[in-house]
T-cell receptor
Framework: DADVTQTPRNRITKTGKRIMLECSQTKGHDRMYWYRQDPGLGLRLIYYSFDVKDINKGEISDGYSVSRQAQAKFSLSLESAIPNQTALYFC????????????FGPGTRLTVT | AQKVTQAQTEISVVEKEDVTLDCVYETRDTTYYLFWYKQPPSGELVFLIRRNSFDEQNEISGRYSWNFQKSTSSFNFTITASQVVDSAVYFCALSGTPYGGSQGNLIFGKGTKLSVKP
């Protein structure tokens, strides 16, 4: 089984709808991350969490919120989706951070119409 | 502030050619880490290598090699005798220590799309 899973893998939704992307990991890592990938822009950090009680905004947090339900679960919500949130979203985990590689989920392709 | 620049947006080569992907970074940290990730057309992100700032030894892994030069703040990636399966987007990334300003988060370059044609 994959170390980091994301659901759904693909989602099409309409402008104004609330949507939640879920991430689970079996690595036992404390750190979890949500990224957004747009063509030509690389990966940009939306939110990150060092543990269940420590959640931090990343570079592009506006329009997003997160919930760390447990060490293994980290969800990303779009409260009111807009078309420019159409992107590929990745969840990742790491042990300590810095020197440690991040393990990425398979990605969720989100389209907002 | 930390920054990673991958100036080559797209590269196209013919199979068996050698190709070098450039990565230039900026950081004020004395301890930092550099990474390369591969994103094949299937979309997943695959970790390739990590290098810390105190280790300037070049690394070779099969057809892949990495040249880390602190003097030019570069961490370039060379694929020798490229193959069609090397076609992917390649990302260079930088992180500091977990206790510094970046909190150990990764800063990614915008990626270089490599197309290897048969």
């Amino acid at each position: 089984d994959a170390d980091v899973t994301q659901t759904p893998r693909n989602r099409i939704t309409k402008t104004g709808k609330r949507i939640m992307l879920e991430c689970s990991q079996t690595k036992g890592h404390d750190r979890m991350y949500w990224y957004r990938q747009d063509p030509g822009l690389g990966l940009r950090l939306i939110y990150y969490s060092f543990d269940v009680k420590d959640i931090n905004k990343g570079e592009i947090s506006d329009g997003y919120s997160v919930s760390r339900q447990a060490q293994a679960k980290f969800s990303l919500s779009l409260e009111s989706a807009i078309p420019n949130q159409t992107a590929l979203y990745f969840c990742a985990t790491s042990d300590v951070g810095g020197r440690d590689e991040q393990y990425f989920g398979p990605g969720t392709r989100l389209t907002v119409t | 502030a930390q920054k990673v620049t991958q100036a080559q947006t797209e590269i196209s080569v013919v199979e068996k050619e050698d190709v070098t992907l450039d990565c230039v970074y900026e950081t004020r940290d004395t301890t930092y880490y550099l990474f390369w990730y591969k994103q094949p057309p299937s979309g997943e992100l695959v970790f390739l290598i990590r290098r810390n700032s105190f280790d300037e030894q070049n690394e070779i892994s099969g057809r892949y090699s990495w040249n880390f030069q602190k003097s030019t703040s570069s961490f370039n990636f060379t694929i020798t005798a490229s193959q069609v399966v090397d076609s992917a987007v390649y990302f260079c990334a930088l992180s500091g220590t977990p206790y510094g300003g970046s909190q150990g988060n990764l800063i990614f370059g915008k990626g270089t799309k490599l197309s290897v044609k048969p």
